[in-house]
T-cell receptor, first 114, second 112 residues
Framework: DAGITQSPRHKVTETGTPVTLRCHQT?????MYWYRQDPGHGLRLIHY???????DKGEVSDGYSVSRSKTEDFLLTLESATSSQTSVYFC?????????????FGQGTRLTVV | GQQLNQSPQSMFIQEGEDVSMNCTSS?????WLWYKQDPGEGPVLLIA?????ELTSNGRLTAQFGITRKDSFLNISASIPSDVGIYFC????????????FGQGTRLTINP
């Protein structure tokens, strides 16, 4: 299994509170991604990173921010959680060069905003 | 932005039948990836495709990178109960090549 760990695995939080999810990798891969998964929508890209301090928005980035201060960690923050952000969040990592473009996923974080 | 249209959204088949699903896009992709997701787990990579026209197999699974670079399909032969799950296609585009975008998924159900 790829060395990728998400924490926490489950979280319940109240509307309006900030929440931070962590993705940690031991593969030294350049690219890291945050997705959310909701029924009928598949996996939708929130933000991604292509290096330390280099991040960009995905298709559903409103209400989310990210930070990557070191290669191994990619943090996703919900500034003020809303019920619409109840979802399962997945982190993925990907290497670079030639055939090394396959992405590997973490186990997911189930977030419930009440 | 880049979007992938995956079909069908769901399939109900009998054990032993063959399965076919596909993904299409209005954009060109450099890489196509196919994943399977089991309940409560993250997606797991099944097959990766890197060149237009490429046909790759992994056991009973076969996937092809469309010659136009805008589509890909996945076939599963002689389905078995453990094939149940959600299958996703994903693509790395030419423009914005760092973005990995996914289709909506195909949910496969197998009747024994």
């Amino acid at each position: 299994d790829a060395g990728i760990t998400q924490s926490p695995r489950h979280k319940v939080t109240e509307t309006g509170t900030p929440v931070t999810l962590r993705c940690h990798q031991t593969e030294n891969h350049r690219y890291m991604y945050w997705y959310r998964q909701d029924p009928g929508h598949g996996l939708r890209l929130i933000h991604y990173s292509y290096g330390v301090k280099d991040t960009d928005k995905g298709e559903v980035s409103d209400g989310y921010s990210v930070s990557r201060s070191k290669t191994e960690d990619f943090l996703l923050t919900l500034e003020s959680a809303t019920s619409s952000q109840t979802s399962v969040y997945f982190c993925a990592i990907r290497g670079t060069g030639g055939m090394n473009t396959e992405a590997f996923f973490g186990q997911g974080t189930r977030l419930t905003v009440v | 932005g880049q979007q992938l249209n995956q079909s069908p959204q769901s399939m109900f088949i009998q054990e032993g039948e063959d399965v076919s699903m596909n993904c299409t896009s209005s954009s060109i992709f450099n890489t196509w990836l196919w994943y399977k997701q089991d309940p409560g787990e993250g997606p797991v990579l099944l097959i990766a495709l890197y060149k237009a026209g490429e046909l790759t197999s992994n056991g009973r699974l076969t996937a092809q990178f469309g010659i136009t670079r805008k589509d890909s399909f996945l076939n599963i032969s002689a389905s078995i109960p453990s094939d149940v799950g959600i299958y996703f296609c994903a693509g790395l585009g030419v423009q914005g090549a760092q973005k990995l975008v996914f289709g909506q998924g195909t949910r496969l159900t197998i009747n024994p």
